[in-house]
């Protein structure tokens, strides 16, 4: 169940996935309409806001970053209880970062079953020409396990806000 105060609709939204595959990239992108070529290591805040309307229907997502805890492998539940979505990202020139995609499925649907509505982002689709995993592949898995695949490119601007948007839709619908 979302909190409401005061008819507003109060989602917790966790970004994952391996480092460098653009989780950060993807957040300001969405929140600031920002990139930056630089890896950006560590967010100042843990979460950012952004308020959005569905069908008169408003929503606040505080959508969780990762402090690059991932690269050390000491990103454990405290960071994802409670959420109610999750945005699994891995990189499509990269087929070990969609493997790590495939882990974070199974430990969330272990640690908070059917409760969180999952969305997967193949980020840097402006790289195309690099990509190694297959796209039929991770739309297949994604359907497998029930939830929405996007492609992304927080470079390019592509696909950020549907995704988000997409996000919660279906968090509403579960609220
Ligand atoms: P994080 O570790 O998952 O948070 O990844 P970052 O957001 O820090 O991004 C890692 C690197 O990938 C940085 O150099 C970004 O500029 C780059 N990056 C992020 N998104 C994209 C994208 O859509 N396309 C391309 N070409 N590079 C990207
Ligand atoms: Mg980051």
Redesign the pocket.
């Known amino acids: 169940m979302s909190s409401k105060i005061s008819g507003t609709n109060n989602f917790k939204v966790v ?1 994952l ?13 969405y929140i600031e309409d920002k ?7 560590t967010l100042q805040a843990t979460f950012l806001n952004k308020k959005l309307n569905i069908n008169n229907k408003r929503i606040n997502l505080s959508i969780w ?2 402090a ?1 805890q ?2 050390f492998h000491a990103l454990g539940p405290i960071y994802y209880r409670h959420s109610h979505g999750a945005v699994l ?1 891995y ?1 499509i020139t990269d087929d070990h970062s969609f493997a790590k995609v495939q882990n974070w499925v199974k430990e969330l649907k272990k640690m908070l079953g059917a409760d969180i509505v999952l969305v997967i982002a193949g ?5 195309e020409h690099e990509r190694t995993v297959s796209l039929e592949e991770a739309e297949r898995y994604a359907e497998l396990v029930g939830a929405k695949h996007f492609h ?5 601007n ?1 696909g950020v806000e549907e995704l988000f948007l997409e996000l919660s839709r279906a968090m509403l619908d579960r609220s």
């Open positions: 970004l996935g391996e480092g460098c595959v653009g989780k950060t990239s993807i957040l300001l992108r990139f930056n070529d630089k890896h950006l290591s970053d990762t690059g991932e690269r990202v990189d980020n840097k689709i402006d790289l992304t490119s927080a470079k390019l592509r």
